[in-house]
């Protein structure tokens, strides 16, 4: 079965610099979570879109924007990088409704230097 | 606010013994999900079982159970038998229902070592 894809699958960037995150759901999918998870932490909720709408929002700073495309497929763009900000970044899908459970990408692992 | 807590940070089991992974939950939702998710050392999350609040009925699957527990607020996680591929770090996640892409909410997890 398709699973949600994520690309990059490492990424390195340096202080300040800016990068994006991709995140392709299962298809049929129309809901798109994403959440960070640094070294030994737990995943964390950073936003989540339904229908190109962002629907809920965790804790994302504010150098953080994503949207949700036509196709569905979903982008995370980080700005002015900071060490903290490495870690792994998941995506998940999901059938939008009350009882379906989201399902999670292999996650984009970003390393600032 | 919500709050999953897994009060165990780490357990280590001889291979095919039973273990129990604890998962106490905090919301003021009357209706909610709980889930459990498996992250093996390859780092991927693994989608293993979801839990209705209005449905309190324990399930097992294989060598997996579960017990949920509404009047205490656990949801609680039992491997039998367990194996050496069972070792992984295991995070128990809620869920508001608000009838929107509402995120988890994940415990700190718990990191199973199975010893052969």
């Given at each position: 079965a398709a699973g949600v894809i994520q690309s990059p699958r490492h990424l390195i960037k340096e202080k300040r610099e800016t990068a994006t995150l991709k995140c392709y759901p299962i298809p049929r999918h129309d809901t798109v979570y994403w959440y960070q998870q640094g070294p030994g932490q737990d995943p964390q909720f950073l936003i989540s879109f339904y229908e190109k709408m962002q629907s809920d929002k965790g804790?994302?700073?504010?150098?953080f924007s994503a949207q949700q495309f036509s196709d569905y497929h979903s982008e995370l763009n980080m700005s002015s990088l900071e060490l903290g900000d490495s870690a792994l970044y998941f995506c998940a899908s999901s059938l939008a409704g009350e009882m379906l459970e989201q399902y999670f990408g292999p996650g984009t692992r970003l390393t600032v230097t | 606010a919500q709050k999953v807590t897994q009060a165990q940070t780490e357990i280590s089991v001889v291979e095919k013994e039973d273990v129990t992974l604890d998962c106490v939950y905090e919301t003021r939702d009357t209706t909610y999900y709980l889930f459990w998710y498996k992250q093996p050392p390859s780092g991927e999350l693994v989608f293993l079982i979801r839990r209705n609040s209005f449905d309190e009925q324990n399930e097992i699957s294989g060598r997996y159970s579960w017990n949920f527990q509404k009047s205490t607020s656990s949801f609680n996680f039992t491997i039998t038998a367990s194996q050496v591929v069972d070792s992984a770090v295991y995070f128990c996640a809620l869920r508001r229902s608000g009838g929107g892409a509402d995120g988890l909410t994940f415990g700190k997890g718990t990191h199973l070592i199975i010893q052969p």
């Open positions: 804790s994302i700073p504010d150098r | -």
